[in-house]
T-cell receptor, first 115, second 110 residues
Framework: KAGVTQTPRYLIKTRGQQVTLSCSPISGHRSVSWYQQTPGQGLQFLFEYFSETQRNKGNFPGRFSGRQFSNSRSEMNVSTLELGDSALYLCASSFEQALPGTEAFFGQGTRLTVV | EDQVTQSPEALRLQEGESSSLNCSYT??????LFWYRQDPGKGPEFLFT???AGEEKEKERLKATLTKKESFLHITAPKPEDSATYLC???????????FGKGNQVVVIP
């Protein structure tokens, strides 16, 4: 069974640019969540999508956005990149996170470096 | 606000030297507590889910336990391959956002 796939694995962007990251969840999983991981803050929740709808949103500025497609694949977009956006962006998928026994499984992440 | 605090931040162990990692949490209502293992440059790898106080789960040299305020991850007779950062997260009732601690970085020396 294939795991969660994130592309690309590495990205280098310039301040002010925008970037789109992609996440393909485990087959059959309908919930996709995004997290930002930095050495200082640890893992912080960005947003969660379920059946193409955003169900939860973390405390990040509007420059961070996402969407989910009918096949459950998800993308997140960061506009007007800042140096502080440099981080490992992780995607997690689960069948239905609200149900016991439906744990979230993570992808390998996309390492974004803003210069 | 949901809070998760892990201690110690970093731990160096001799191979075979058992130890425990602590995860204390404050949450309005706990739906589940999760332990993950993360190796450098990789995504977190799921280890355990605990749902209620008194519950225990084991996998190889790892054993996770849960009380009403904290969870412990016991590492018995660790090997160098157990070196990793161990992350604790809580899933509260009312939303679907995992709240993570900052992790316990474990190094096992041969």
């Amino acid at each position: 069974k294939a795991g969660v796939t994130q592309t690309p694995r590495y990205l280098i962007k310039t301040r002010g640019q925008q970037v789109t990251l992609s996440c393909s969840p485990i087959s059959g999983h309908r919930s996709v969540s995004w997290y930002q991981q930095t050495p200082g803050q640890g893992l912080q929740f960005l947003f969660e999508y379920f059946s193409e709808t955003q169900r939860n949103k973390g405390n990040f500025p509007g420059r961070f956005s996402g969407r989910q497609f009918s096949n459950s694949r998800s993308e997140m977009n960061v506009s007007t990149l800042e140096l502080g956006d440099s981080a490992l962006y992780l995607c997690a998928s689960s069948f239905e996170q609200a149900l016991p026994g439906t744990e979230a499984f993570f992808g390998q992440g996309t390492r974004l470096t803003v210069v | 606000e949901d809070q998760v605090t892990q201690s110690p931040e970093a731990l160096r162990l001799q191979e075979g030297e058992s130890s425990s990692l602590n995860c204390s949490y404050t949450v309005s209502g706990l739906r589940g507590l999760f332990w993950y293992r993360q190796d450098p440059g990789k995504g977190p790898e799921f280890l355990f889910t605990l749902y209620s106080a008194g519950e225990e789960k084991e996998k190889e040299r790892l054993k996770a336990t849960l009380t009403k305020k904290e969870s412990f991850l016991h590492i018995t007779a660790p090997k160098p391959e157990d070196s990793a950062t161990y992350l604790c997260a809580v899933l509260p009732y009312g939303n679907n956002r995992l709240a993570f601690g900052k992790g316990n970085q474990v190094v096992v020396i041969p």
